[in-house]
C-alpha cells in the first residue's frame, strides 16, 4: 500500500469554532513546524521513478526519435513516445489542442517528447539523456506580429474548436469585443482625453511545492492517481480518454498541496505518471525539480493593453476604448476565460455609458499560459488604473477623487449590461485607504538629540541588507488603485459543488463527517468546511475525509469559489440533514412546528432555547448520510458581437493605498506599507480573510517590482530558476493593514464573497503609481526595473 501524506488522511477537529470565528487551521501547526506531508512526500515499497524528456527548441519539427540507448541503461524498466500512446493523444481544459507527448511538432521549449521509469530518480534521467530525437528548427511565432503577418506559421493547422469560427486568424485563440453605447461618437464630445499603451510581463505563480504525484496500477486494470491539484475532477476527465479507461477506473486522491495559484488547473505529470505505472505494473512517483517546474505548467498571460480614455471637465468618464493583447502560448489551456474576463472587467469598477474593448489571446511558441491568481483581471487593473492616474493628473483632480466620482454602486451597469445587484462599495473603500494614517517618513533615519550624529537602519531602505545606500536620493511616494474580480466560473458555465455530510453518534456524543473533493490548496477550506458543519449542526466534533473522486465534484479551487460553492455545498446538506434529523425527532417524541427548532451544543433546541432532546438520543443508533449538489445562479455567455450577457455571479471589489521610498540614484524601491481595504460579505473566518489579502497583495506587489519570466524572441526562457526569477521575501512585504468590510450578498451563502483575487489586481497599479509620484516617470511596464528608474 502506498505510504500517504497526512493531508490525505482523515482530519479530526475538535474545535468549537463556527462561522464568523477564526477557528484555527488544522493544518497550520504541521506546516509551521515542517511536519506537514507534500505529494512529493509520497511513497510506495516497490515505485519506479518517472522523468520526462522535453524538447530544448521552441519550434521544431521531430524527424527521429531513438530510444535504444535508453532502454540498454540498466534500472530502466520503460520508455515511452508518442507511438506507445493506448488511446486519445490529446487533452485539455477548454480545448483538446495538447499533446500528451510530441509527435510530429514540437510547439514550445519544454514540450513533453518521451518518458522513462527507472528504478532510482537518476537512472530515470540519464536515461533521458540517452533518448536521440532529431528536430528541424521551425520559425519562432513570439508576438501578436508575427503571429498574424501574411505567411504567418499556423501553429494549429485545421482547428475545430468553438472558438475557430469567430476568429480573423488562426493564431488568435479567442476574440472578445464588449460593445456598449457609441465610444467613437463621444470621443468627439469629451473635454479631455487620455491615451496610453501598457505591457504586462509573465508571472510564475511560483509555487513552493513542485509538480508532484504518485499513480498506483490497481488489481481491476485502472489506476490510483495520488496528486497535487486544484480540480480532481477535471483531471480525471482528461486523464480517461487518454489511458483508455472508464472514469471509474481512473480514481484520484488529493496529497498535499504546496500552493497553486492556477498552476494545477492544468494537467502537468499526471498523465505521464498513470501511463508508465499501467505500462510497467508497477507504482510510478514523478517529481519535478524546480528548472523544471518553470516548464511544467502554465503562467500568466503577458499582455498588451492600449487604452483611451475620455472625460469632462468635471471629470466624469465619457468613454473608454481599450484593446488587450493576451499572449496564450502554445496551447489554449484557458485562455478563451482568460479573455471573457480581461473584456467584461477591462473598464474597472466605474460607470461609463459609452465602451469599446477588445480582448484577443493568441497562439504562439511561447510557454503555455493558463490560470493564475487573478485571472485576466490583473492585466486589464494595471492599465485601466494607470490611465485614472494620468487623466486626474490631465484634469488637475486628485486620483482617489476622481475614481470616487466615477465609481460604480450597487444598481450600476457594467459595460457588459449586467447590474450591479449587490453591495459595491467602491467609494467607501476608496475612502477609506484614503484616509488611514500614513506610516511616518524617514523611519530609517535617527538623530541623536544630543549630538546631533545621524544613525541609518539599511535593512529599512530601499536595497535593504544589501547595504546598497544610506538614504542619499530616497523619496516617497503614494498611489491608489481600485479592481473588481469576478467570482466563481461565468459564462454559462454548469459551476456547482458537491457534499456528502453524515450525522452519527460516536462514543456517546454526536459528531459530523464531511466528504468533499475540494482540492485544500492552502486557501482554509478544510477549516470552514467544520465551520459550517459546527454552525449548521450544533456539534463540536467534525472529521474532514480525504478528497478524491468518490464523492461528487467540487469544481476547481480556483476564481475566489470554493468558500462560496463547496461551502454553499456543506451548508446547504448540513441544512438537509439538519432537517431529516428533526424529522426523526418528531417522529420519536411528537414534536410539532419543526422549522422552529434548531440544532445547538448537541442538542435540540426550540427558539427560545428550550432543550427538547439530545442529539445522541434522538439519531440513537441511526446515521443520517446525505450527499447533494450546490449550483449559484446561472449565468450566460457573452454575446460574440456585443459582449452583452449576465455573465458572471459575483463581483468583488479591493482598494490598495502604496506607499513606497525609491533610491532614484540606484533604481530601487521600497514598499514601506501597502493598505487594503475590502468588502467580503461575511467573514466565515476573520484571521484567514486577512491571510487570503495579505497573500493576494503580496503577489501583486511581486508583479509590480520583481516578477518576471523572461522569454526570448527564440521562444526560450532565459531564467527558469529562483536565483534569477525572484519573488518577495519576508524582507520584502511591508506592513500590510487591512479594512474589512461584510456587506451581505443576499445571493450567496451566508452572504459572503470571494477573498482571495480581488487584493491581487489592486497592489500592482497602486505600488507602480507610488513609484510614479516619487520619481515623475511615466512607467508603463510591468515588472518595475532598476533600468526605468535611473538615466
Known amino acids: 500500500m502506498p505510504v500517504i501524506p497526512s493531508p490525505a488522511r482523515a482530519t479530526q477537529q475538535s474545535h468549537t469554532g463556527g462561522v464568523g470565528t477564526s477557528a484555527p487551521r ?19 515499497e516497490d515505485m519506479l521513478w518517472g522523468h520526462t524528456l522535453r524538447s530544448p527548441h521552441a519550434h521544431a519539427r521531430i524527424t527521429g526519435v531513438d530510444v535504444s540507448d535508453a532502454l540498454a541503461l540498466p534500472g530502466v524498466h520503460a520508455v515511452l513516445t508518442h507511438d506507445d500512446l493506448p488511446a486519445a493523444t490529446h487533452y485539455g481544459l477548454e480545448i483538446e489542442d495538447q499533446p500528451v507527448l510530441a509527435r510530429d511538432i514540437v510547439r514550445y521549449q519544454g514540450e513533453p517528447v518521451a518518458l522513462v521509469a527507472a528504478d532510482h530518480p537518476e537512472t530515470a534521467r540519464r536515461a533521458a539523456a540517452r533518448i536521440r530525437v532529431d528536430y528541424e528548427e521551425l520559425p519562432v511565432v513570439h508576438d501578436e506580429a508575427s503571429a498574424t503577418a501574411p505567411g504567418a506559421p499556423v501553429l494549429h493547422p485545421g482547428r475545430t474548436d468553438r472558438h475557430a469560427a469567430h476568429v480573423a486568424h488562426p493564431n488568435i485563440v479567442h476574440r472578445q469585443p464588449v460593445l456598449r453605447g457609441d465610444a467613437a461618437a463621444a470621443a468627439a464630445t469629451a473635454d479631455v482625453v487620455v491615451t496610453g499603451t501598457y505591457d504586462v510581463g509573465m508571472q510564475d505563480q511560483a509555487f513552493l511545492g513542485p509538480e508532484s504525484g504518485l499513480a498506483v496500477p490497481g488489481d481491476d486494470g485502472g489506476v490510483d492517481l495520488y496528486i497535487a491539484t486544484q480540480w480532481l475532477h477535471v483531471d480525471q476527465r482528461q486523464l480517461a480518454p487518454v489511458l483508455g479507461l472508464p472514469p471509474e477506473k481512473v480514481r484520484l486522491t488529493l496529497a498535499g498541496v504546496g500552493g497553486a495559484f492556477g498552476a494545477r488547473e492544468d494537467l502537468s505529470m499526471q498523465a505521464h505518471a498513470c501511463l508508465l505505472a499501467l505500462r510497467t505494473g508497477r507504482p510510478v512517483k514523478i517529481v519535478y525539480n524546480r528548472h523544471e517546474s518553470f516548464f511544467g505548467h502554465v503562467h500568466r498571460h503577458p499582455a498588451t493593453l492600449t487604452y483611451e480614455h475620455g472625460a469632462t471637465r468635471e471629470g466624469r468618464l465619457v468613454f473608454v476604448r481599450a484593446r488587450i493583447v493576451l499572449d496564450g502560448g502554445a496551447y489554449a489551456s484557458s485562455s478563451p476565460a482568460v479573455v471573457g474576463n480581461a473584456a467584461s472587467l477591462g473598464v474597472g469598477p466605474y460607470e461609463v455609458e459609452h465602451v469599446d474593448v477588445e480582448a484577443l489571446a493568441l497562439y504562439t511558441n511561447n510557454p503555455p499560459c493558463g490560470a493564475m491568481r487573478g485571472f485576466g483581471a490583473v492585466q486589464a487593473c494595471f492599465a485601466y488604473e494607470s490611465q485614472m492616474d494620468k487623466l486626474a493628473d490631465a484634469l488637475g483632480v486628485d486620483p482617489v477623487e476622481l475614481r470616487r466620482r466615477n465609481a460604480v454602486s450597487q444598481g450600476s451597469t457594467m459595460p457588459t449590461g449586467q447590474v450591479i445587484d449587490a453591495p459595491a462599495p467602491v467609494a467607501e473603500l476608496l475612502r477609506l485607504v484614503r484616509d488611514r494614517p500614513l506610516p511616518p517618513e524617514r523611519a530609517w533615519e535617527t538623530t541623536d538629540p544630543t549630538t546631533g550624529a545621524r544613525t541609518v537602519d539599511v535593512r529599512a531602505l530601499p536595497g535593504g541588507l544589501s547595504n546598497a545606500g544610506h538614504g542619499e536620493g530616497v523619496v516617497r511616494g503614494v498611489g491608489y488603485a481600485v479592481g473588481v474580480k469576478n467570482v466563481g466560473f461565468s459564462e454559462g458555465f454548469d459551476d456547482y459543488s458537491t457534499a456528502r455530510v453524515r450525522l452519527e453518534a460516536i462514543g456517546g456524543e454526536p459528531v459530523a463527517t464531511v466528504h468533499t ?141 502604496a506607499v513606497v521610498e525609491v533610491d532614484t540614484e540606484l533604481g530601487l524601491v521600497k514598499v514601506v506599507e501597502l493598505a487594503a481595504a475590502q468588502d467580503v460579505g461575511r467573514a466565515v473566518n476573520p484571521a484567514a480573510v486577512v491571510g487570503q489579502i495579505h497573500g493576494g497583495a503580496t ?66 497599479p497602486a505600488v507602480v503609481a507610488a513609484i510614479r509620484r516619487a520619481t515623475g516617470r511615466a512607467l508603463h511596464r510591468v515588472p518595475v526595473r532598476p533600468e526605468h528608474l535611473v538615466g
Not at 488544522?26 to 510506495?44: C, I, M, N, Q, R
Not at 485544500?520 to 465551520?531: C, D, R, S, Y
Not at 433546541?605 to 439530545?614: H, I, N, P, R, S
Request: aromatic residues 6%.
Open 26 to 44: 488544522p493544518d497550520g501547526t504541521l506546516k509551521v513546524t515542517g511536519e506537514f506531508a507534500y505529494s512529493s512526500d509520497l511513497w510506495h
Open 517 to 657: 473533493a475540494m482540492a485544500e490548496v492552502g486557501q482554509g477550506g478544510v477549516t470552514v468546511h467544520a465551520q459550517i458543519a459546527r454552525t449548521e449542526l450544533g456539534v463540536t466534533r467534525v472529521t474532514i475525509l480525504p478528497a478524491d473522486t468518490g464523492v461528487g465534484s467540487a469544481g476547481s479551487t480556483s476564481a475566489s469559489r470554493q468558500t462560496y460553492m463547496t461551502g454553499g455545498a456543506v451548508k446547504n446538506t448540513c441544512e438537509a440533514v439538519r432537517a431529516e434529523v428533526l424529522r426523526l425527532g418528531a417522529e420519536r417524541f411528537g414534536w410539532g412546528e419543526r422549522h422552529t427548532l434548531r440544532l445547538a451544543d448537541g442538542k435540540v433546541v426550540t427558539a427560545d432555547g428550550e432543550v427538547l432532546a439530545a442529539l445522541v438520543d434522538v439519531l440513537g443508533g441511526e446515521a443520517v448520510d446525505l450527499e447533494l449538489e450546490f449550483r449559484h445562479r446561472p449565468t450566460q455567455p457573452f454575446d460574440l458581437t456585443t459582449g452583452q450577457g449576465f455573465g458572471h455571479v459575483q463581483y468583488a471589489f479591493c482598494a490598495h493605498r
Open 699 to 764: 503577489q501583486g506587489l511581486g508583479l509590480a517590482v520583481l516578477e518576471e519570466i523572461q522569454v526570448g524572441p527564440d521562444g526560450r526562457i532565459r531564467n527558469p530558476s529562483f536565483t534569477d526569477y525572484l519573488i518577495p521575501t519576508i524582507l520584502d512585504t511591508p506592513a500590510m493593514p487591512v479594512d474589512v468590510l461584510e456587506l451581505a450578498d443576499e445571493h450567496a451563502p451566508y452572504g459572503l464573497r470571494g477573498v482571495g483575487e480581488a487584493p491581487t489586481l489592486t497592489a500592482t
